[in-house]
């Protein structure tokens, strides 16, 4: 089975999977970090070298100051809580997005962790936090335009892979396939430069009920497929 070496999730359902169940969107939020451990230990077994998952967009700050606390607060307790395990599995973390509106504790606890597992050499696990894609790309913008002013570079240098040396994913391997679970047919502003190519798969199992099961229904469905990157298949 051909594996993708980076696959990007939008982990979508959790406050759905909750109402159907009768629980607290919060609640909802809680199974959705079992998900998560399990499809990292699925994607270790595959051989997957990256997972990002779009874990808080710029668009969620908008919700209630009670989720958005709760949120916060549970991921600084993950962290705190599944810091050992990521050591023991050779996992390192990463996180992408604007660092700076997260609060405090949250930053220390994610600079910590990613501290502590710098030196992991099996997968790299890429939380995407206060991100949106939109804003990524304006801030790359800013920082080419920044660089042009200092004369750092020329006009005639910029391409394709230079400007994707301004992006947050600077470094890793653009996402071969993603995943998007609860069914939604949209991408929700998650890495638009970075899935120009990648192979869309979406399932309408809510995020608290993606299992192992689950990620290998996709990566077979990926694997089935010709990818052309905008080519014809068998040219030349």
């Not at 653009?174 to 069914?183: A, N, S």
Request: charged share 30%; hydrophobic share 40%.
């Amino acid at each position: 089975m051909k594996v993708p070496q980076h696959i990007a999730i939008i982990m979508d359902g959790n406050g759905r999977w909750a109402e159907k169940m009768g629980f607290s969107r919060t609640a909802g939020h809680k199974a959705g970090m079992e998900s998560i451990k399990a499809t990292l230990n699925a994607c270790r077994e595959l051989g997957v070298k990256v997972l990002t998952v779009y874990a808080f967009s710029t668009e969620n700050w908008r919700r209630s100051k009670i989720e958005i606390r709760f949120l916060m607060n549970y991921l600084k307790d993950f962290l705190i809580e599944y810091e050992s395990e990521l050591n023991k599995k050779d996992v390192r973390l990463n996180t992408i997005g604007q660092f700076s509106r997260l609060p405090a504790l949250v930053k220390k606890e994610l600079s910590r962790v990613m501290e502590k597992t710098r030196s992991n050499q099996g997968l790299i696990f890429n939380l995407a936090l206060s991100y949106g894609g939109r804003a990524e790309i304006i801030e790359a913008v800013r920082k080419l335009i920044e660089d042009l002013r200092a004369e750092k570079i020329r006009l005639s240098q910029i391409n394709e892979d230079v400007f994707s040396q301004y992006l947050y994913t600077d470094g890793l391997p653009d996402p071969d396939l993603l995943i998007r679970t609860g069914g939604e047919m949209r991408i929700s502003n998650f890495l638009l430069w970075q899935i120009s190519y990648s192979e869309l798969y979406v399932t309408p199992t809510f995020w608290p009920d993606f299992r192992r099961v689950d990620l290998i229904k996709a990566v077979t469905e990926y694997s089935r497929r010709k990818r052309r990157f905008g080519g014809v298949k068998n040219a030349g």
